[in-house]
């Protein structure tokens, strides 16, 4: 029975004391509320019953803990389009074992979301930036803190398509997809810094490119060298333009060697220009304004000029022509 009577049936006096400091709502209640005014800490709090015949007490250990939980997401972070997340929080508590959860503001992917270091990959490829929440609780309450990932997109450098010259030839080499570019540095290229350097190799050489910018690759190129071909020119002595595909045409063969300028022309023998072309690909098919000319023997004049010879090579003969 409470609180306690004595044999009139009047209560025995009763109290709450405490020497830690505090305050009891109801000191003289045997249920009250206890106020810790000194904040954490450890309180005895001493319950007694006393009258002039009888007197006992009991107390009872409270531990106040301080509310000292703390979350600390880590710094904020700049990564590459499609790069994983690497995630680490710290908590600080003073109530005992805390756990933790992340949450992110956009889809994605966790490896362990309970865990302080977590990796998360966003599964949405047009976010350019990601909130991740860590949020901790233990006995005394909750907290949470947050960290920023900006996400930048990929930058892919093109080199562009490999290029073949003769040796005492350059290339022009053309980058593309960045704002800027940086090629490795080589002696054989007009400027390291530009998209479209010179490139005079004086052997096969692979050139590598790459990007300032942010989240950039680097991407190569071969510009191969090949010993220029002496120039050699065969002109046949006959032809028979009989449509049998076997010397139909008369032409000059000039081979690999590079050239600049062509003229090709077919007289007979009064002077008159039956055939003329720039073009070292056409030949004189035997005929004179869509009409077979004679068998007989005609007169060519080719002018070739190669790159590599500072005058051009002049060519006269006779040619016969059979069916």
């Not at 070292?280 to 035997?286: C, L």
């Amino acid at each position: 029975m409470w609180p306690p009577y004595r044999a009139d049936k009047t209560p025995i006096p009763a109290s709450w004391t405490t020497n830690d400091g505090g305050s009891f709502d109801d000191a003289n209640a045997a249920l009250t509320n206890f106020n810790p005014d000194a904040g954490a800490g450890v309180y005895t709090l001493v319950f007694t019953v006393s009258d002039e015949c009888y007197t006992a007490s009991d107390e009872v250990v409270i531990t106040v803990l301080g509310n000292t939980l703390t979350v600390n997401a880590g710094p904020d972070q700049t990564i590459c389009q499609g790069e994983p997340i690497n995630l680490s929080a710290t908590i600080t508590t003073s109530g005992g074992n805390a756990t933790g959860q992340w949450t992110a503001s956009v889809a994605g992917l966790f490896d362990d979301a309970n865990n302080v270091n977590a990796i998360f990959t966003p599964t949405n490829l047009d976010a350019t930036e990601v909130w991740c929440y860590f949020t901790a609780n233990d006995v005394c309450g909750l907290a949470t803190d947050s960290v920023l990932i900006t996400i930048l997109p990929n930058v892919f450098v093109d080199a562009g398509l490999d290029k073949i010259i003769f040796l005492g030839q350059t290339a022009q080499l053309e980058a593309t997809g960045a704002t800027a570019y940086l090629w490795e540095t080589d002696p054989s290229l007009s400027c390291l810094n530009c998209a479209n350097p010179i490139a005079s190799p004086t052997q096969t050489t692979t050139y590598i490119v790459a990007t300032p910018d942010a989240c950039g690759n680097s991407d190569t190129v071969t510009v191969v060298v090949n010993e220029k071909p002496i120039a050699e020119i065969q002109i046949p002595s006959a032809f028979s333009p009989n449509n049998d595909n076997i010397n139909d045409v008369f032409k000059p063969f000039i081979g690999n060697a590079p050239f600049t300028n062509y003229i090709f022309a077919v007289y007979d023998r009064w002077g008159n220009q039956l055939f003329e072309t720039t073009d070292p690909a056409d030949g004189w098919n035997g005929t004179y304004k869509f009409k077979d000319l004679e068998v007989g023997v005609y007169v060519f004049y080719a002018t070739i000029w190669f790159e590599d010879e500072p005058q051009a090579r002049k060519l006269q003969g006779n040619v016969t022509l059979v069916r």
